[in-house]
């Protein structure tokens, strides 16, 4: 065994004697053997932002000191010594992160390095400035501009031909080049790079004809900027990629084109680059759009990716944090993400571009806040979905566009070179990859959780369960079939195949969804009729088929970017399961489903108006998604309204709907006399829906009296199943997800999963509860995703139906239309605004001192609701409390503070309903809090 000090001296690290003086970091003082481990790792932890796998390590007292081989090392010693790092530096990141001979194998060469080699040009593709009229990076091209020089390249240059991945809502193109050797970019070339394409990612490929293919097909290679319009730099870098693979002929180039052809998409969100806004004109964040694809963008540029499968895909971003960032990524890691491309991205691509950012002294870091975890990015979804390496990079925002574009270029650059030289292991890998998924699959495995990054111990927050899983099922249910038809036709244009059962089919291990009690499985089992759709796992998509068909995603930290959960049948309200048992049902193969049509208006249905609060971006995305539902998923026609419109007294209007938004804008905006002249049309026969912001107007308007409070739970984007009352016409078309209910003397109440995200605890006041959360004692309860504290929701309101005069309000505590995924709680919405309700008659009148009280206690309580907008929530241990609430001080922050025995809840104003990215400070709050403690979460909706 080689001492700590001794080991120090003879590779060049000057450290203190590790066996006399303790280094202490979050009060745990570490000596000894170990030490030498140790102080790395906890050098890592407390200043991410100055080491990279490949690099050098600053000590703040002690100088600069090579670390060229320290991982390989420090893996080495580890093992030597039994080490398993009980404290709360993960030695997962020596053994799963970090692999010495990925990191030997994606350095730059000698002979040609990416960044050293002088360019040459060839001088026949024209030069941005010399079309645009200026250089790149000197000012941003507009959609416009960018346009125009992918076509001026692709009639210049015989590498290029370019395309259309997609058109915007409203209507622009979304111009993609595709740029390679001569041979490979004719309609020739590219049909024989997918078809090669196809037999590589073929499970039944031989080994020798892989071997072939692997060493004769270019590996596709996708860079993408500019999802968020207003986060430009990643559409500027990405031309001028375009252009040096154009026009260059020096050995840098000619190494990435004899080994790859690379998809350039600049501009992911015309109409948000056009408005500079994040969201397009819809409202969505088309970065959280990847698996329901209902945006248009979205939905053409995955038609395009199946057609150029990547290894590697390139996301541009930019945020608020003063550094870069690019993986590795933070925990939690989605248990499914495939090893082989995880591999990569830790340790290809992370190695090639942290070692020239090192070299050219770019500061940057990994981790925190940016996991991979939700199936839902432009990171995420290309790993599962895809089996490459899905890439987030962030730019600081504040940045000139020149600083901006040329660092995303450098990200981008170092990235092809690497992929390049890597091109024939990884294309091997790749198929291995797929290979290894249909195995996994035919055997009944799931992947289990670990975590990665060194800000947590070795235990998992939630283990996946040991459960064979070879089959889903999906039940043909009456009524059900529109969602069915979608859930199939998503699935299916993710290359997974999917039969319908021919006879009936018994099956003794059957899950249902939901049967799950505490995380402890029930026994089960049925006879599934003729026609269930049956999705055997034994195919090469088997970890998209668990990521799209779960009951639970088995988070492994409690700590997640964004939702927690997302299970497609629990979205839709579809009811089905899973077995482990060897089948081989009789079956015929599903064909191509079309999408399906709208709905159109039902006849004779109210005037629908629309009253979107103004002033943040909650409204916009809130009032977006159901603008979006209303003219391409339902077909029916509505009116938006203003404020001026209510003070009129909406004349015309039969039923106003009033999604989310900051409440106290929108009391602003209608002023004393607006309110009176909204409650006054409710009393009059109007029916008023509102959810989130929507419904605390309603009691703060004085139309209703349910009453609000803050939720003290953790659980932020979370499945979680409300009973519906079968006699409200809300339930109408909702049937039962408990798949005894056909049978059953005493069929359970219709059910339906809602999307949870901390959203207020309501209860009914003077109205009646359509739904309402059951308790955990109850057998209709069940959860997907992260649930800490929802025992508080035991038996409150999910739907509240209340006469008022002679109309009547309808509010939701959560989002039904939750960014069009929930098409399960849709349904809900439609029967709030197109159902037939009793009039109110005077024998259910209540008296007026009556309402009067119940008003008022109404009011009472929701202006004691949190001033703080849609909230920045951090959730910690009580004895973190202090740390926390110190640090939110320290930042400036505007916050409120509430205490139950188990935890803190610290919610942060955001009123503006800003994400992440776009907030001043909290990307690096975010960062700094998880350096100091272990939050239980940490959520921005």
Known sequence: MVASAELAVRKGWLLHDAAQTPFWLNGIAYTGEDDIVARMLIHLTAYPTQITPLGYLYFAKEGRFDMTNFFSDAARLASAWGLRMRHRLAVTLLTCAIVPTALAAGSPTPDCPPFLTTPDFMGTVPSPEAVLGFAIGAQEVTTAQSNEYLAAVDKASKRVITGTAATSVEG?????????????????????????????????TGEQAVKDLAASTPAILWVTGNVHGNEESGADAALRVLYELADRKDCVVDRILANAIVVVLPIQNPDGRFYKTRRNVYGFDLNRDWFARTQPETDGKLELLRQYPPVLYIDAHEFGSKTFFFPPNADPVYHEVPKRPFNWINNVYATAIGTEMDRQRIPFFHGAPYDLYAVEYGDSVPTVGFHAAGMTFEKYNGDTISTRAYEQFVAMWASLFAAATEKERILREWHLSYLGAQKQGAAGELQPNATYFPFYSEDVFQQVPDLSVRHYFLLDQPGRSRELAQLVRRLQRMDVKIWRLKEETYVGDFRPYGSESNETWLPAGASLPAGTYWVPMDQRQKHWIQAMLHVDPYIPVSVSYDVTAWSNPLLMNISGGSSG?????????????????????????????????????????SAGSIRYLFDRVWGVPYIKVSADDIKAGLPGIGVLLVPDGYVNYGLQALGSQGKKAL????????????????????????????????????????????????????AAGVAPTLENASTSKNPPPPTVWVMYFNDDRMTPGLGMAAATFPAQSEPEFATSGLAIGVDELDGSAAIVDEPVGNGRAILFSFDPNFRA??????????????????????????PATV?????????????????????????????DGDVTRALLLRYGAEFKELRKRERTIFLIENRQGLSWEEHPFVMDLARELRQQVNPISFSVR
């Open 172 to 204: 622009l193109p979304l111009r993609y080049a595709i740029v390679g050797g001569e041979g490979n970019v004719t309609a020739a070339g590219l049909n024989r790079i997918r078809n090669a394409i196809q037999q590589l990612i073929d499970p039944n």
């Open 821 to 846: 995924w929930t098409e399960g709680t849709q349904r809900i919405l439609w029967n709030a605004l197109y159902g037939v309700f009793p009039k109110p008659s005077a024998a259910t009148a209540q």
């Open 679 to 730: 409650a006054a049309w409710v009393e009059g026969g109007g029916r008023y829906v509102g959810y989130l912001g929507g419904t605390e107007l309603a009691a703060k308007a004085g139309i209703s009296t349910v009453v609000l409070q803050t939720s003290h739970t953790s659980a932020p984007g979370t499945l979680i199943r409300v009973k519906l009352d079968p006699a409200s016409p809300l």
């Open 851 to 879: 309402r009067v009280a119940a008003r008022d206690r109404s009011d009472r309580a929701a202006q004691a609701l949190p001033d703080v907008g849609k909230a920045i929530r951090i959730v910690v241990r009580p004895d």
């Open 581 to 621: 048992e060897i089948l081989a049902p009789k079956a015929t193969l599903v064909s191509s489903v079309a999408a399906p049509t709208p709905l159109g208006p039902p006849s004779r249905g109210p005037t629908i108006g629309l009253f979107e609060i103004p002033g943040s971006s909650t409204a916009f995305e």
